[in-house]
Antibody, heavy 120, light 109 residues
Framework: EVQLVESGGGLVQPGGSLRLSCAAS????????MSWVRQAPGKGLEWVAN????????YYVDSVKGRFTISRDNAKNSLYLQMNSLRAEDTAVYYC?????????????WGQGTLVTVSS | EIVMTQSPATLSVSPGERATLSCRAS??????LAWYQQKPGQAPRLLIY???TRATGIPARFSGSGSGTEFTLTISSLQSEDFAVYYC???????????FGQGTKLEIK
């Protein structure tokens, strides 16, 4: 059974940093692109970033470029999102998401999400 | 950036009736479109991909259609568990920079 479990969310001040983690199990983690998708309170879904199987390609939504870094550790079956220079508008539930295809397309599986709150 | 626009924002339908949700892309996405269902406090669930293919375990009352810029999600006979928010997502870009619609809330009439 595919499981994606996010952690690392919390309250952080504007300008601060946070690192999210996603522990994956039930599939061959190193075989698939992985993504982060976020959802601000009461709002819709926004794709944030994705990373290729070997980490050699990474893509970001414009609003987080230069501030967020996606990474992965295939030996630990884990996905990460390093978030720096956080802003109030980054407040959201962050989901780890998996496309079970060789390229990232739609998202077959989602974690339960971890809440990031940016506030003073 | 491809902009996805969903309509209506809220749809009120009685149980047992048909619901039709729309999604429009600002430029052609071919058939590279997915639909998701999200209930309060839960993660989204994939319903449809490739504009019309049901994901594993999705009931036959859910169907998708369309291509290019106009897409429709139809729920043929609404069950109580179908009242939720529905999102469309395009995945036609390379590099893979994807966009979602703003969602349609399906509520009980």
């Amino acid at each position: 059974e595919v499981q994606l479990v996010e952690s690392g969310g919390g309250l952080v001040q504007p300008g601060g940093s946070l690192r999210l983690s996603c522990a994956a199990s039930g599939f061959t983690f190193s075989s698939y692109w992985m993504s982060w998708v976020r959802q601000a309170p009461g709002k819709g879904l926004e794709w944030v970033a994705n990373i290729k199987q070997d980490g050699s390609e990474k893509y970001y939504v414009d609003s987080v470029k230069g501030r967020f870094t996606i990474s992965r550790d295939n030996a630990k079956n884990s996905l990460y999102l390093q978030m720096n220079s956080l802003r109030a508008e980054d407040t959201a539930v962050y989901y780890c998401a998996l496309s079970i295809t060789m390229i990232p397309v739609y998202f077959d599986y989602w974690g339960q999400g971890t809440l990031v709150t940016v506030s003073s | 950036e491809i902009v996805m626009t969903q309509s209506p924002a809220t749809l009120s339908v009685s149980p047992g009736e048909r619901a039709t949700l729309s999604c429009r892309a600002s430029q052609s996405v071919s058939s590279n479109l997915a639909w998701y269902q999200q209930k309060p406090g839960q993660a989204p669930r994939l319903l449809i991909y490739g504009a019309s293919t049901r994901a594993t375990g999705i009931p036959a009352r859910f169907s998708g259609s369309g291509s290019g810029t106009e897409f429709t999600l139809t729920i043929s006979s609404l069950q109580s568990e179908d009242f939720a928010v529905y999102y469309c997502q395009q995945y036609n870009n390379w590099p893979p920079v994807y966009t979602f619609g703003q969602g349609t809330k399906l509520e009980i009439k």
